[in-house]
């Protein structure tokens, strides 16, 4: 069983925006570190945001910084990525991730031992 499911990826043109959504079901997310992450063909996985539980400390990658806005309902246990101003370089599958014993700070990849399948984003100059 996957306890993470995304959703809201596709393919949108340069400037575009796309929201994504990360449903955790079966565990009580609301205090676990919870965070997004993107890996491109060839590339390393990469983390872009992540947040606390209560989304009072977070995290942005310089290159989203100002773009994308993590948020999250702990009472839907869902989280939530917006992402505006679309870039073709954003083009990579996204993955949310949780973990109780991580940090908000650098958003490391490491750190994070639940992870959901992934979701496309295309995005088309």
């Known amino acids: 069983q996957v306890p993470l499911v995304e959703s809201g990826g596709g393919s949108v043109e340069d400037g575009g925006s796309l929201r994504l959504s990360c449903a955790a079901s079966?565990?009580?997310?609301?205090?676990?570190?919870m965070g997004w992450f993107r890996q491109a063909p060839g590339k390393e996985r990469e983390g872009i945001s992540c947040s606390n539980w209560s989304g009072g400390s977070t995290y942005y990658a310089d290159s989203v910084k100002g773009r994308f806005t993590i948020s999250r309902d702990n009472a839907k246990n869902t989280l939530y990525l917006q992402m505006n101003s679309l870039k073709p370089e954003d083009t990579a599958m996204y993955y949310c991730?949780?973990?109780?014993?991580?940090?908000?700070?650098?958003?490391?990849?490491?750190?994070?031992?639940?992870w959901g399948q992934g979701t496309q984003v295309t995005v088309s100059s």
């Open positions: 991730a949780a973990d109780w014993s991580t940090v908000v700070a650098g958003c490391e990849v490491v750190g994070f031992g639940y």
């Open positions: 079966g565990w009580p997310y609301s205090t676990y570190v």
